[in-house]
């Protein structure tokens, strides 16, 4: 009982007094991850920040093939645009080939009551302007109550577990990490559309460490450049 008391003090601490804006993030002008499945790397992740003045775009690219006996089994390709103005998300934009399938979405602001407006492949019509674009260079993911799907525009209700503090060695390095899972909260998803992530941020400076997730394969993203 005292571990868990003590988990949902630091969890709460870090959600409303640490976590705030984009701003942790504007020593880092570039970030790329090695993409891994069953433990042999198939591609890459990576956000490259542009600034002009109040302005911050992050372009992503998702890239990574799985093979077998020389012959491609399935390819994924995505690139997208992440806009801020003055810390605040202002849009998102992104186009996705998964397995010769494409996939879109488009998300504005309304003007009048400042929600999100979503033109996706798997959802068209407005959404709350409390939750956030799925895409995990920004911690405050893990106090969100929704996410968007990045690559489709679907709106995905989640939950978050703090798990704990944890060192994580990724080449010669250890970074100290907050560790979290996120979940699907919608029991009635299937599974190939559940949620069950395990992600780590450092602790000091908010950094996107790690993630990983078991689906069809044990996948793992980890960080390979930070500039």
């Known amino acids: 009982m005292k571990k868990l008391l003590l988990s949902i003090f630091i969890f709460s601490s870090i959600s409303f007094e640490t976590f705030s804006h984009v701003d942790h993030y504007a020593k880092y002008n570039h970030l790329k991850y090695e993409l891994f499945r ?26 990574f093939k799985i093979t077998k006996l020389g012959i491609d089994l399935y390819e994924y390709y995505a690139s997208g645009q992440e806009q801020y103005i003055d810390g605040v998300f202002s849009g998102f934009k992104s186009k996705t080939n ?8 488009n998300i504005s602001i309304d003007k009048k009551d400042k929600n999100f407006i979503i033109d996706g492949s798997s959802y068209k019509g407005k959404a709350d302007n409390d939750i956030i674009i799925g895409t995990w260079w920004n911690h405050e993911i893990v106090q969100k109550k929704a996410q968007i799907s990045a690559v489709s525009g679907r709106i995905i209700e989640q939950k978050v577990e703090f798990l704990g503090k944890e060192d994580v060695k990724i080449g010669d390095k250890i970074y100290k990490t907050l560790r979290f899972n996120i979940s699907s909260s919608d029991p009635s998803l299937s599974k190939d559309k559940k949620l069950n992530t395990d992600i780590w941020y450092e602790e000091e400076t908010y950094l996107w460490v790690k993630a990983a997730f078991d689906k069809t394969g044990y996948w793992e993203y980890r960080i390979k450049e930070v500039k």
């Open 98 to 105: 998964q397995n010769k399938k494409e996939k879109y979405v």
């Open 38 to 63: 069953n433990n042999k790397p198939i591609g890459y992740h990576k956000y490259d920040f542009k600034r002009e003045g109040k302005n911050l775009t992050i372009y992503n690219e998702v890239s």
